[in-house]
């Protein structure tokens, strides 16, 4: 009798197409000898911690770059391999990974990175997940730092999303204002917004010296060399022989992403097991893509209010439906009335839907710029989609609220159902009636969007009549730092980097 006769038959207990799935999941670490192209990065990330293995304080850094640049990727292979040689010299260093875009409150983050770094059974502390104040939390951390470590490294991802960057002054400045004393602290802040220190206030900027570095798209042969190191995680002979080269190309067609690369190549293999076929194909690779962009567009706006959905797809149809890309706020405006009123949806003031198009646009769903009128006219806003419209409308039309917009959802000529409502109340500032008490308070982030759940749902009541495109764009001109007012986001991903634990706990992110 077989090892495999007596195991539940339900299940598949031989992989045809994989060896090791694993070496393809963003979770996964690899080695320094599967890193690609990033010699030069890695040097500068070893340089700004190498006093850290002394027991030194290391160097405060930001990393800068596109999405699937390697940055977290480099930070933690980095951090990995001091932490392994302070461990020669007895020099206790750890790290702790925050995803800001899921935990981006002061209080969420000071706790977790105590957490992180924290063992009892050496602080004599324990932190709690709920129940202190922020001050205490702070207390607790410098408690922790000061008797479980030598160095805490703490990498931020995505830390333009921070609520506050005063977090930022008080870790940077914990050993000067001798919150610590028998320890240091080094932060590393990683970004695709290059422009992200310009926003820190005056108070963070003098205090936290750091070096920047910035991370490179990776071109198609370096996609290439990524992808064949990880050809072993499927079985020899499953790869058809244009799979890799094809796979790169299509990651590298937006901005050399290999993250992206990486999931279409292993969505390919879940598509030709699917199948049942024992080969890898070209043809499993273009319906990976597919799935793939489908896929990351979900996750960005998964939890999006209804209304954020219905003003996305209107841009959708005017990017279908036109030679242009970029379209001002007022014809988006326009078309979205139209949406609404299909949908029985309250429509919105069109101050409020350049709102949410500005909270799409640090969201990284859509793209927004200013376009002066010429001198004395004043400057208005376009727009643009940042997927395949095909699939942002598939996406979109998931929600069952959007599907009456399947049949006829390429007519944008101007009808509407007849009889379709347009309501609009008189309220001045543009927001819903129901929601004016919740209109400032700070969304949860756990849905990865900034857009107020309560007040654009598809019942919302509508703000002021069509303001000017002018009016509407001066003034809800805030920064993206300022629409990005984050939530409490308690359960974010965020891991420890104490190799000496043995837990090597992953987050997402590693080819941020």
């Known amino acids: 009798m077989s090892a495999n006769d007596d195991r539940d038959p339900l299940f598949r207990y031989d992989d045809p197409v994989f060896a090791d799935e694993r070496l393809l999941e963003i979770t996964h670490l690899p080695g320094p000898d599967r890193i690609v192209g990033r010699d030069e990065q890695m040097q500068r990330v070893a340089d700004a911690l190498n006093p850290a293995i002394f027991g030194s304080e290391p160097n405060h850094l930001f990393i800068f770059g596109k999405t699937g640049t390697g940055k977290s990727l480099i930070s933690r292979s980095v951090t990995k391999r001091v932490i392994s040689e302070a461990r020669r010299d007895d020099v206790t260093v750890k790290y702790a990974f925050i995803d800001c875009g899921e935990q981006n409150t002061e209080a969420s983050i000071i706790k977790t990175i105590a957490q992180l770094v924290n063992d009892s059974s050496e602080s004599g502390i324990t932190i709690p997940d709920r129940g202190l104040g922020t001050g205490d939390y702070y207390k607790r951390l410098w408690q922790a730092v000061d008797r479980c470590t030598d160095v805490t490294i703490v990498i931020l991802d995505e830390i333009d999303m921070l609520e506050d960057d005063e977090v930022l002054r008080k870790l940077s400045r914990a050993g000067e204002n001798r919150r610590i004393s028998d320890s240091s602290i080094g932060i590393i802040g990683i970004s695709n917004k290059i422009d992200f220190p310009d926003h820190l206030s005056e108070r963070v900027k003098s205090s936290l010296s750091r070096d920047e570095l910035v991370f490179s798209p990776y071109d198609a042969n370096q996609l290439v060399e ?281 987050s997402v992110g590693h080819w941020s």
């Open 226 to 506: 990524i992808l064949e190191k990880r050809r072993d995680a499927f079985h020899d002979g499953v790869l058809s022989g244009d799979v890799i080269p094809l796979t790169a190309a299509l990651a590298a067609q937006e901005h050399g992403d290999a993250r992206k690369a990486i999931d279409i190549l292993r969505n390919a293999g879940r598509i030709a097991k699917k199948q049942n076929a024992t080969r890898v194909t070209a043809d499993h690779v273009r319906d990976a893509k597919e799935k793939t962009e489908a896929d990351r567009f979900n996750e960005l706006i998964e939890g999006s209010p209804q209304q954020a959905k219905a003003i996305l797809y209107s841009l959708t149809l005017l990017t279908e439906n036109s030679s242009e890309k970029e379209f001002p706020t007022k014809i988006i405006y326009n078309q979205y009335k139209e949406v609404a009123n299909r949908l029985d949806f309250d429509v919105l003031s069109e101050r409020r839907v350049q709102e949410i198009l500005q909270e799409q646009n640090f969201l990284n769903v859509i793209q927004s710029e200013r376009e002066g009128r010429g001198r004395g006219r004043g400057a208005h806003a376009k727009h643009r989609l940042l997927e395949n419209p095909s699939i942002v409308k598939k996406v979109l039309l998931r929600d069952s609220r959007l599907a009456p917009l399947e049949e006829g959802a390429n007519d944008t000529s101007g009808s509407s159902s007849t009889g379709s409502r347009s309501r609009r109340s008189d309220t001045s500032d543009g927001r819903s009636e129901r929601g004016d008490s919740s209109s400032d308070s700070s969304p949860d982030r756990s849905d990865r969007n900034h857009s107020s759940s309560g007040r654009e749902n598809g019942s919302d009541r509508a703000g002021s009549g069509s303001a000017d495109e002018d009016d509407a764009t001066d003034e809800t001109n805030q920064s993206d730092s300022d629409d990005a007012s984050a939530g409490t986001g308690e359960n974010g991903d965020a891991s420890v980097g104490d190799e000496g634990s043995g837990d090597e706990q992953s």
